[in-house]
Every structure is written in structure tokens, then in C-alpha cells.
């Protein structure tokens, strides 16, 4: 399975397995209604890689904006998360049928581990999602918010292959460190909080950028991760927010805007909750 680029045309469509470079965030995207509104809007607009997790608790809203929209589900790149509480082995297998059953679907295109913290055990977990790789019921193991060393260990832990590394990037926190990890171990990269949870539009070296071109910042900063071959899942609510982010995909930075954006030295990570791994202390 590789990454595929996706250009505004319809026939970019992927086939099953491949992950679409741009997806739709939904975390705190919690009133239903809304919720399933933004996934059936995206899915029509073309978006095919729609992203939630058990801590969520919106993947029945997803599931029902799946339903909903005009898109066969095979076409959808669907991913969820395991809640750290939920890690263990018997645990893992359990909830993820609750997951399908909320999100309405008979399998699941990526499956993360959430975060490497409470009930999360190397062996444990990963033999679990091993197991559920095994039989098909997910396409494919993701693991999140991991740091080199969990990475070492997970590798070790199973045969079957790590597919994906979800962690914060963005211009403001730019992970030159896990980019070289996941291409050095053939792991993609997905960023969340793709825009910095909107500080990238304050910083003056993307509004430079975005005015050159006529786009907005965060077209620049969606357009820089893809440039650096990492997926991309903004979250957004309304219908002019998904279709910023969706035109970012025609927008083509050029070395001179990559040198600036890369030159940028302010580090402003977003989320650090108490479980977070040591080493962001
Ligand atoms: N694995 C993890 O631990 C983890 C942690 C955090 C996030 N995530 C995932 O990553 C997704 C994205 O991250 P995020 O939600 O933290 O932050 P984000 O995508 O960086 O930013 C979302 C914010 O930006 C606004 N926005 C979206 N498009 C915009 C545009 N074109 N112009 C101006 N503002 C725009 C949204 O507003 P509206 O809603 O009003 O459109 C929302 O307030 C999450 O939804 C979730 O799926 C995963």
C-alpha cells in the first residue's frame, strides 16, 4: 500500500488499500446531525479518507454521513482509533465490533492504536490487531501520537506490517525526525492537526506565501505536508472549510516557498495531554 496523490478530478477515486493524501478530521465535530452533515458534504466534494476514533464518540454520526452520502462505501478510506483504555487484547477485538456496528461498515480501511499509554502493551495490543489484519476485518494497522522508540518496539512486536504513524505536524511542528523514521521503515505519515488548530493562519511567513499565490494559509500549509508526502485530515465543519481544504490539492508550492515555510523556527504544538509520551516534556 503506498500514499497516492489525489488531483480535483473524479477519476482519482482510489482503489481499496490505497490512502488518499487528503482526509477530514472530526474530533470535537460532536453534535450529530452536523457531524454526519460535514462527513456526507465532504464525501460529495470529493474527499475520500474520513478520519475518527472510539474517544470521538461521534462514529455513529460518521457512519451515518457515510450512509448518507452518494459514494459507495469500497471507495471510502474509513479509519478509526482504539481508545487507550480499551488496549488489551480481548479488549481491542471486542471494541472494534462496536466500532463497525456504530460506524455502520463490516471492516475498516486503517485501525490506529490512539495513544501508546494506559492499557497499551506491545505484544498484547499489536497480536490483536494482527489478529483482526488476519481476518480481514481491518485493511490495514495504523499506531498514534508513537515516538521512534514505540515504533522499535511495535515492529518488533508483530510480522504484519505498520502501515501508518498519526502524529501532530504542521509548519509550527514540522517532525523531522519521525519523517525520516516512517521513510526509513516504509510507515506513512499522517498529520493531524494539519492546521495547527488555525495558529498556522496567524504566521506571517504562510500569509506571505498564501498572498502570492492567491490562496489561503491554509491551503499553504495543506499543500507543504503533501510536498513532504505526508496525508493530511484538517477537520472542518462547514461546507467553505471543506472546500478550502479540498482546493489545496490543486495548489503547488514552489522551492522557494518550501525554504521559507521550513526556515519557519517558532514550535508550537498543540496537543499534549497528561498521557502524552515523555518525550514532549
Ligand atoms: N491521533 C490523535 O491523537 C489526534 C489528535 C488531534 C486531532 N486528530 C485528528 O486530526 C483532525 C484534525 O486536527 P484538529 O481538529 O485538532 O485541528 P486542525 O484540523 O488543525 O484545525 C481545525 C480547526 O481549523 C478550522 N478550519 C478548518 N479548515 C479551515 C480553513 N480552510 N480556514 C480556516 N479555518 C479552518 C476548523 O474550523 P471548523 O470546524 O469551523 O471548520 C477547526 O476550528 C482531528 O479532527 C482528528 O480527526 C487526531
Not at 457531524?35 to 465532504?42: E, F, L, R
Request: charged share 30%; net charge negative.
Amino acid at each position: 500500500m503506498s500514499c497516492m496523490s489525489q488531483k480535483l478530478s473524479p477519476e482519482s477515486v482510489p482503489s481499496a488499500g490505497e490512502m488518499p493524501m487528503l482526509g477530514l478530521g472530526t474530533w470535537q465535530n460532536d453534535d450529530h446531525d452536523q457531524c454526519a452533515d460535514s462527513v456526507q458534504t465532504a464525501l460529495e466534494m470529493g474527499y475520500r479518507h474520513i478520519d475518527t476514533a472510539q474517544m470521538y464518540r461521534n462514529e455513529d454520526a460518521v457512519g451515518d454521513g457515510i450512509a448518507a452520502a452518494n459514494v459507495d462505501r469500497e471507495e471510502v478510506f474509513l479509519a478509526t482509533k482504539i481508545v487507550p483504555s480499551k488496549l488489551s487484547y480481548d479488549n481491542v477485538i471486542a471494541s472494534t465490533r462496536d466500532s463497525l456496528d456504530r460506524l455502520g461498515v463490516d471492516y475498516l480501511d486503517l485501525l490506529y492504536v490512539h495513544w501508546p499509554a494506559n492499557e497499551y502493551d506491545p505484544e498484547e495490543t499489536l497480536s490483536a490487531f494482527e489478529q483482526l489484519y488476519n481476518e480481514n476485518t481491518i485493511r490495514s494497522i495504523g499506531v498514534s501520537n508513537f515516538e521512534p522508540e514505540h515504533l522499535d518496539r511495535a515492529l518488533d512486536a508483530i510480522d504484519a506490517p505498520i502501515f501508518a504513524n498519526q502524529v501532530e505536524m504542521h509548519p509550527l511542528l514540522p517532525q523531522e525526525e519521525l519523517r525520516e523514521y516512517a521513510k526509513d521503515n516504509d510507515i506513512e505519515l499522517v498529520a493531524y492537526s494539519p492546521l495547527a488548530r488555525g495558529k498556522v493562519l496567524n504566521e506571517p511567513t504562510i500569509g506571505d506565501i498564501a498572498e502570492k499565490h492567491g490562496v489561503s494559509g491554509a491551503q499553504v500549509s495543506l499543500a507543504w505536508l503533501r510536498e513532504k508526502g505526508v496525508a493530511a485530515i484538517p477537520k472542518a465543519t462547514g461546507e467553505d472549510h471543506l472546500r478550502d481544504n479540498w482546493e489545496s490539492l490543486a495548489l503547488e508550492l514552489d522551492d522557494e516557498d518550501i525554504r521559507k515555510i521550513d526556515r519557519i523556527d517558532t514550535v508550537d504544538r498543540q496537543i499534549h495531554p497528561d498521557f502524552a509520551p515523555n518525550a514532549w516534556d
